[in-house]
């Protein structure tokens, strides 16, 4: 966890991948997946979060076909299959294996033929089946794949869960971003990552923040060394992953150019190419940064239900400036 060489972007990677072993560790008890063929296909790589049904490709529309995903057979594909002599049998699961596969899900607890096994083995593809209906498991999967293979971005700060919004916290080094992290934790607010933060992109308008495995419940302070923040406060002082909704960036206030108070404009960043709303926070001797933050959150809450303070002070401002003026007109 060290600091000693800052840099507030660390990386971001290419669309992620994960093996077919590991898609069946995750979701084997919820989908009810029992692996039948294809055994050594286990590292195939899933590159992709579409999940498809390849009811065209089966007749020979190959362009239906694509590489690394999941394709699901529902009732109206294993119903053709049924249908098909032995010969054009064989046509139709070659067609289906054109392209490299990462696995095939038999799903509404239809029994595969054996030409599909035997071919799950000879092209290294795993076959799974499920009792589910085939729209319900296809939901399931898509959602757990866009999560799984999102694009990721790797940044320096703090995140953390303020108020039930995740607030990522940045600044240069020393500035104080773990002690105010640890001062809103002891105010009942949670730890998600200290230092490293890892962002993926869930949604296109989404980012989901979550810690890395090996810094899961630590927090580093100055002074103090690194704390185990969940045998510190409790289970409920830490949290696993959070979506990003606002980013605090800490400023020495010597440092910052003077602003107009009543011009301060929204600000914002741009991650994996989301833009999230930013606040820029002043540091000083006798300030109060947890607090500010708190209000922070708490005034971007506003700020989503379209209640500006700013706007409505100068507003009311602009009111009276126009009364006065009337006054003064009349009693010319």
Not at 143 to 168: D, K
Not at 270 to 277: A, M, Q, S, W, Y
Request: glycine share 6%; with cysteine.
């Amino acid at each position: 966890m060290s600091r000693a060489h800052y840099n507030p972007k660390v990386q971001v990677d290419a669309m992620a991948e994960i093996s077919v072993t590991q898609l069946y560790k995750d979701t084997r008890r919820k989908l009810k997946l029992t692996w039948i063929a294809g055994l050594a296909g286990g590292d195939n790589p899933l590159t992709s979060e579409t999940v498809t049904k390849p009811s065209l490709a089966l007749i020979g529309h190959l362009n239906f076909v694509h590489p690394n995903r999941v394709q699901v057979l529902g009732c109206a594909e294993m119903d053709y299959l049924r249908s098909l002599k032995s010969k054009e049998l064989q046509q139709a699961i070659k067609n289906l294996f054109s392209a490299d596969l990462a696995a095939i899900i038999v799903a509404n607890g239809e029994i595969p033929p054996q030409e599909l096994i035997a071919a799950s083995d000879d092209y290294s593809t795993p076959l799974f089946t499920s009792p589910l209906r085939s729209p319900g498991l296809m939901d399931v999967l898509s959602h757990y794949l866009a999560q799984a293979v999102a694009v990721s971005e790797s940044l320096h700060g703090v995140f953390l869960e303020v108020q039930g919004f995740g607030i990522l916290v940045k600044g240069n080094p020393a500035i104080g971003k773990s002690e105010l992290a640890l001062e809103l934790i002891s105010r009942g607010h949670r730890l998600v990552a200290d230092d490293i933060v890892d962002f993926y992109r869930i949604a296109p308008d989404r980012l989901e923040g979550r810690c890395p495995p090996l810094l899961q419940d630590f927090l580093e302070v100055r002074g103090l060394g690194v704390l185990n923040i969940r045998a510190l406060f409790g289970d409920n002082a830490v949290k696993p992953t959070k979506p990003l909704d606002l980013i605090v960036q800490l400023e020495m206030a010597d440092t910052m150019v003077p602003l107009d108070r009543l011009k301060i404009k929204s600000q914002h960043e741009t991650i994996l190419d989301v833009k999230i709303p930013k606040v820029v926070i002043p540091v000083a001797a006798g300030r109060n940064i947890a607090v500010l933050v708190e209000v922070a959150v708490r005034n971007h809450m506003l700020l989503l239900r379209g209640i500006n303070g700013t706007k409505q002070f100068m507003q009311r401002q602009h009111r009276e400036m126009a009364r006065t003026a009337r006054k003064l007109k009349l009693a010319e």
